[in-house]
């Protein structure tokens, strides 16, 4: 339901014109000056303002520029029973919307508001794919298969305000991810706010998700904010969700239910907006069996599962991690062959987490800008045993025998590049001079089976 803030301090327009928009189904908020509405809208979203040009305490003018600075996103139409056409002018190169006159035409009401939301959808369906593009090719780094398969269900989730459920081991990227989809949504511009569950004592975590009243416990000194109101309008991440109480997980599943929350100590209703992603390093489903977790809640948040495997699960990502991080630390260096084959078959308990760390060190304590195999097992200070299998063999698609020449061709080829490339920590020029190709040949083929590392590559070329 669309939002309108209402800012005029003449009691009749407030009651009239948010009646006649109630009407029409729209949430209508209302403000005698333009100070208390601000403060709506510090606590509510807002699509559209009505802003009277002449207010007490802050006129309406001041207020637009204010509001324009603050909040982009929100339409504003001014309004004045004193208008002219400089002060109409004025108000549009400064980012108001329209100018009606009062006193108000209905029909003109009616319009300015299905013009403004349309022009708002717009604004924020270009600004949302913008993100999806810049974030999804950035954060989530890889070239295997389960990478390729979390960003397009990234894309796809982030258009809608479905809950999602992230699964994989301590330091696999599962806050990255839900940073991700947040900053590809159409919240985007409200908060991410995330709760680390297993961190907060049972007896605070009721606190902290819901916020309290001054003297609802004994430490309540004084009234405090919880996190569904923090997030409003945003993203709520509650990162191990299966180390939340009981107790706990009951509240969560009805403000999932009622999109309503209590603080403590107080029994006024507060409605919240906020779309909820969780995250855990546990068997949720086991959980479920043996009553550590409620079943209801875990259906509830389950409607977009995502898996993120461990790093040792995916060693064609690794070189390309750390190409990433080392960029991030201004470190350029070259992996030799003994090097290479160390970071791919070391097990990196540690994950994602793990790796990043490595690259801090060797961009601290390493100098030179190559590095061999004895060097790096030196800076990772932990032996390495070589696996069986190679890269190759362990990243060859599934069934690849069984497919028809042509098809298993191609699946070959794709494979054989992505490995190529991250085993020249992918360089451009390097793989194609290791594997006979011609750069721009090579460029033909990452274009022709979609290996979307092609562009960021180049940066490192």
């Known amino acids: 339901m669309p939002a309108i803030l209402i800012i005029d301090d003449e009691p009749g327009i407030r009651t009239t014109l948010s009646s006649i928009l109630e009407d029409e189904k729209y949430k209508v908020f209302t403000s005698e000056d333009a100070v208390t509405g601000i403060e709506t809208l510090k606590r509510e979203v807002i699509d559209i303002i009505f802003l009277d040009v002449l207010l007490p305490r802050l006129g309406g003018i001041e207020a637009l ?9 929100t339409e504003i139409v001014m309004i004045s029973g004193h208008a002219n056409i400089d002060m109409a002018v004025r108000a549009v190169k400064l980012g108001a919307f329209d100018f009606l006159e009062k ?41 295997s298969a389960v990478i390729r398969n979390i960003r397009e269900t990234v894309k796809q989730a982030a258009e809608s305000d479905a809950r999602i ?21 159409h919240r985007c511009d409200h908060p991410f706010t995330d709760v680390n569950c297993a961190a907060i004592p049972d007896t605070l975590i009721e606190s902290e998700l819901f916020g309290h009243e001054r003297g609802a416990f004994t430490d309540a000194v004084s009234t405090r904010k919880g996190r569904f109101e923090l997030a409003n309008g945003g993203t709520l991440f509650l990162d191990e969700i299966g180390d939340m109480s009981l107790s706990a997980q009951a509240k969560v599943l009805r403000v999932i239910q009622e999109q309503k929350i209590e603080r403590l100590g107080s029994e006024k209703t507060i409605e919240t907006n906020v779309r909820i992603i969780a995250a855990t390093n546990q068997d949720l489903e086991k959980a479920c069996e043996t009553g550590r977790f409620r079943r209801d809640l875990f259906f509830r948040l389950n409607v977009v599962p995502i898996h993120v495997p461990p790093l040792r699960e995916r060693p064609e990502d690794i070189s390309l991690l750390l190409c990433h991080f080392l960029n991030g630390f201004k470190k350029e260096l070259t992996l030799d062959a003994g090097a290479l084959e160390a970071v791919t078959t070391y097990d990196w308990p540690g994950n994602v987490r793990e790796l990043k760390n490595l690259a801090e060190r ?11 195999e004895e060097e790096l097992r030196k800076l990772l200070g932990k032996k390495i045993e070589k ?34 490339l991250s085993r020249n920590n992918g360089i451009i020029s390097r793989t194609a001079e ?22 960021k590559t180049q940066a490192l070329d």
């Open 434 to 455: 290791a594997i006979g190709l011609y750069p721009s040949n090579l460029h033909a083929k990452l274009r022709k089976y979609n290996i979307s590392p092609a562009q």
């Open 362 to 372: 060797i961009s601290v304590m390493h100098p030179g800008n190559t590095i061999n």
């Open 165 to 185: 459920l992230i699964t994989g081991e301590n330091g696999s990227g599962k806050e990255v991810i839900a940073r991700t989809v947040h900053q590809c949504s």
């Open 65 to 73: 520029e204010k509001i324009r600075a603050e909040w982009p996103l």
């Open 103 to 143: 006193p108000l035409s209905l029909e003109k009401v009616f319009t300015v508001c299905r013009n403004a939301l349309a022009i708002k959808k717009l604004r924020e369906e270009n600004k949302r794919l913008v993100k999806i593009n810049r974030y999804s090719s950035e954060d989530i780094i890889g070239t």
């Open 387 to 420: 696996k069986e299998q190679t890269i190759l063999h362990t990243s060859l698609p599934e069934g690849i025998m069984e497919k028809e020449y042509n098809e298993a061709r191609d699946s070959f080829e794709r494979c054989y590049l992505e490995y190529q």
